[in-house]
């Protein structure tokens, strides 16, 4: 029995062409063609939709399933059936400027999918009196003439979303096929068919900068082409403009596919960042064999800085969303981009949704993607943008200083720390939360480190590279009026999941990570660190660090609560205040009102912290009980114990024993006298 693509490519038909499956057979069913069947399919299928256009969308279907085969995917990167491929990828109908927001994109968009179908189901569908359009006859059936904008491009779209996805396919499936699909011009194509953002749905720009990213994954040439010759970074900030300006009023539907438009294109700027400097500065590539993320930069890059900080200020997380797509993309670019020159673009607040860039701004887009290749690699000058000049971030130094950016940056973390880390855990359940955080990503095909680790990072190199954001944070992380009645590690809040999190066991990155956050807000002197939280808390990175030297200084008296007027000192271990005499009376009382088996568990609790402690490797910690036992204090303490016994009963007896002789002496006088 032969298969259905046998059939088709025996008979080239719309019925052997309906017959062929939307999903790929089984391995080794009796629908699976042979290799040879498979890898003659993509001419066939091409050449069938360039013969009849109408059912281009159907045989491109087909030849999307075809691709995945293992043994078809070489012919899918070859550069013959890429060219074939182009043909259909759409012209979008002219339109508003790029990156505006006209209601023209909002309709067109939202009947997109409905259209589509349309296209699909017009090539299939039988009239009365006419035979199934592009049957074996060769009889095409015409359709009535469009009457809309949109419906003049159905067919377009239709076999353009089904051309780019097979595209996709091919270049995810077969890696040479990324720089082949660049140079046969594919690349340069799709950048200019994202240009027009305001008319194209956001499913045909979902799928182009997805190719786009292929294209600019790692050192491939179009990192630099397409800055440099096609506008790359012009059409990236357009369509990030695009998703600021347009999801809060687009549907619910359409919302996904804004934000996933928002993270393809994040993710081909986040290439741009990390291989553009090493392409067109040989020093940068000479620090290191591989690219390390904010080794380099150049300024063709830099209007991507102001979109990327707009998307994570303006677009909120989705309600019951984790973090992700675009949030960590935007974190993953900002990661490449220096701070000091462009501080007006980092803790600037965002120009409200419905303002166009300015005509300079255009100007200065284009003119820095395009012609910049000599910039210096390591030092970046001051944006001439209009933002520059009217900045209202304060000079360095101001106490007052407020950023957007920071503000969305510890919302983030501190929703996502508290999503995976609920409720707080003392040193014996710490393992099993950290379990359940990662059983928590897994189950949403994640991972908890890979997804905090970037936030906390960002957050770090802001606090590292500006004093004002540095300030700002330890204003917001470790205030100085913060409440201390309670050690800092046991708070239920953003501050204490951070200094829980340091002495991660199952998450060590995301510790380490939490610690170099805490250490760089601190000024980066492990002293304050310690003095501010403690020593015990931070003992673990400090050990981890090299750092272990770093013992608190003397901190200064703390209010123990606000408008209480009481000054105590705070504990250099715990940072915790030191306990009041009230306090030290009612610890007295509810220690001698422990029964016996109260301190026995107590003792038990105290033995499973030391040994937890030795099984991290962290620092060796002799168990003191344990210690005592083996070295035979025990029996000593015994000995002692009985003496002391022993000396008390004979005390007890020769007290006795005269009370006995001076009460007989006295009834003896008393007899006497009678």
Not at 370 to 387: G, I, L
């Amino acid at each position: 029995m032969s298969s259905p693509l046998a059939a088709f490519l025996q008979a080239p038909s719309a019925a052997t062409l309906s017959a062929l499956p939307l999903a790929p057979p089984p391995p080794g069913s009796a629908a699976d063609a042979a290799p040879a069947t498979l890898r003659a399919a993509p001419a066939a299928l091409l050449a069938f939709a360039q013969a009849h256009p109408l059912l281009a969308p159907r045989a491109l279907q087909a030849l999307k399933i075809v691709g995945t085969a293992e043994s078809v995917r070489s012919v899918m990167g070859s550069e013959e059936i890429l060219s074939q491929l182009l043909a259909y990828l759409p012209q979008a109908p002219a339109g508003p400027a790029s990156g505006s927001a006209g209601a023209s994109g909002s309709s067109s968009s939202t009947s997109y999918s409905g259209a589509v179908s349309t296209a699909f189901g017009r090539a299939f569908t039988k009239r009365p009196g006419s035979s199934r359009a592009g049957s074996s006859s060769g009889g095409m059936r015409s359709s009535s003439p469009p009457t809309t904008p949109l419906e003049q491009h159905v067919d377009e779209w239709a076999a353009g979303d089904a051309a780019l996805r097979v595209l996709n396919n091919a270049l995810f499936l077969h890696e040479p096929a990324r720089v082949t699909f660049a140079d046969v011009g594919g690349a340069a194509r799709v950048t200019e068919m994202l240009r027009n953002t305001s008319s194209t749905p956001p499913e045909i720009l979902f799928l182009g900068a997805r190719l786009l990213f292929f294209c600019t994954l790692f050192e491939a040439p179009f990192n630099r082409v397409g800055v440099e010759e096609h506008g790359l970074v012009g059409v990236l900030v357009a369509l990030l403009n695009h998703v600021i300006n347009t999801h809060a009023a687009a549907p619910a539907r359409e919302m996904g596919q804004l934000l996933n438009l928002a993270g393809e294109a994040l993710k081909t700027a986040f290439n741009l960042g990390l291989y553009y400097p090493r392409l067109v500065h040989s020093e940068v590539r000479a620090r290191d064999e591989k690219a390390v993320v904010g080794e380099g930069w150049d300024r063709a890059l830099e209007t991507l800085i102001e979109p990327t900080v707009r998307l994570l200020v303006a677009v909120p997380l989705p309600p019951g969303a984790h973090l992700g797509v675009p949030h960590s993309n935007a974190i993953a670019v900002l990661l490449n981009c220096p701070i000091s020159p462009y501080r007006s673009w980092w803790f600037t607040a965002p120009r409200p949704p419905d303002e166009k860039p300015s005509a300079a701004r255009r100007i200065a887009t284009a003119v820095f993607s395009r012609n910049n290749s000599n910039a210096n690699a390591t030092s970046s000058p001051v944006p001439s943008s209009p933002s520059s000049s009217s900045s209202s971030v304060p000079l360095a130094g101001n106490a007052a200083f407020e950023a957007p950016l920071l503000t969305a940056l510890l919302g983030l973390l501190d929703g996502a720390l508290a999503r995976f880390f609920p409720r707080m855990s003392n040193a014996v359940a710490a393992e099993d939360d950290e379990g359940a955080a990662r059983r928590l990503a897994q189950s949403e095909g994640s991972d908890v480190e890979d997804t905090l680790q970037p936030l906390v990072l960002l957050l770090r190199k802001i606090a590292v590279e500006d004093a004002d954001a540095r300030a700002a944070l330890r204003a917001r992380i470790l205030p100085h009026d913060i409440d201390r009645t309670v050690p800092l590690n046991k708070r239920e809040d953003l501050t204490g999941r951070l200094i829980r999190r340091m002495a991660s066991v199952l998450l060590p990155r995301l510790g380490r990570v939490c610690g170099e956050l805490l250490l760089a807000i601190c000024d980066s002197d492990p002293k304050t660190m310690s003095s501010e939280i403690g020593y015990g808390p931070c003992a673990g990175f400090l050990m981890q660090a090299n750092l272990a030297h770093a013992l608190p200084t003397s901190a200064a008296p703390r209010t123990a609560a606000a408008g209480s007027g009481e000054t105590r000192a705070v504990n250099p271990i715990t940072g915790q205040l030191e306990p009041s005499a009230a306090d030290l009376a009612a610890e007295a009382k509810a220690l001698a009102a422990m029964s016996e088996e109260q301190k026995e568990q107590e003792a038990e609790r105290l033995f499973t912290l030391f040994d937890r402690l030795n099984k991290t490797g962290v620092v060796n910690v002799k168990n003191p009980v344990r210690e005592a036992r083996e070295s035979g204090r025990f029996v000593e303490i015994d000995e002692r114990e009985e003496e002391r016994r022993r000396k008390e009963e004979d005390e007890e007896e020769k007290r006795l024993e005269e009370e006995v002789e001076r009460e007989m002496g006295q009834y003896r006088a008393r007899k006497g006298r009678g």
